[in-house]
Nanobody, 123 residues
Framework: VQLQASGGGLVQTGDSLRLSCAASTKTFSNNVMGWFRQAPGKDRMFVAGISGNGRGLYYEDSVRGRFTISRDNAKNTVYLEMNSLKPEDTAVYYC?????????????????WGRGTLVTVSS
């Protein structure tokens, strides 16, 4: 599975941004998808995850209620809608794929990773 994230950019506090991650696979609906982020000098952290059929949604506490993960299996794409952005959301955002929802927030459980897209939120 090859993944390509896009949609990052420079925004101001309170703005919104939507990230996309396109997957090159014929079995996208079988993949659990996750978004992670890595701020400068910090570890890569779980942000959100979604099951293959889109019914299972998982969020890190600091983004719950502000970020929404979704997917379009017909387009082999997963999205991360980010609202009410804060400077602490500044990071490189990565999408990743795995086969089960077990340990969905554990970056070590993901088999496939895309290149990141940078999100910068100015104060």
């Amino acid at each position: 599975v090859q993944l390509q994230a896009s949609g990052g950019g420079l925004v101001q506090t309170g703005d919104s941004l939507r990230l996309s991650c396109a997957a090159s696979t014929k079995t996208f609906s079988n993949n659990v998808m996750g978004w992670f982020r890595q701020a400068p000098g910090k570890d890569r952290m779980f942000v959100a995850g979604i099951s293959g059929n889109g019914r299972g949604l998982y969020y890190e506490d600091s983004v719950r209620g502000r970020f929404t993960i979704s997917r379009d299996n017909a387009k082999n794409t997963v999205y991360l809608e980010m609202n009410s952005l804060k400077p602490e959301d500044t990071a490189v955002y990565y999408c990743a794929a795995k086969w089960t929802t077990i340990s969905i927030n554990d970056r070590g459980s993901y088999s496939f990773w895309g290149r990141g897209t940078l999100v910068t939120v100015s104060s």
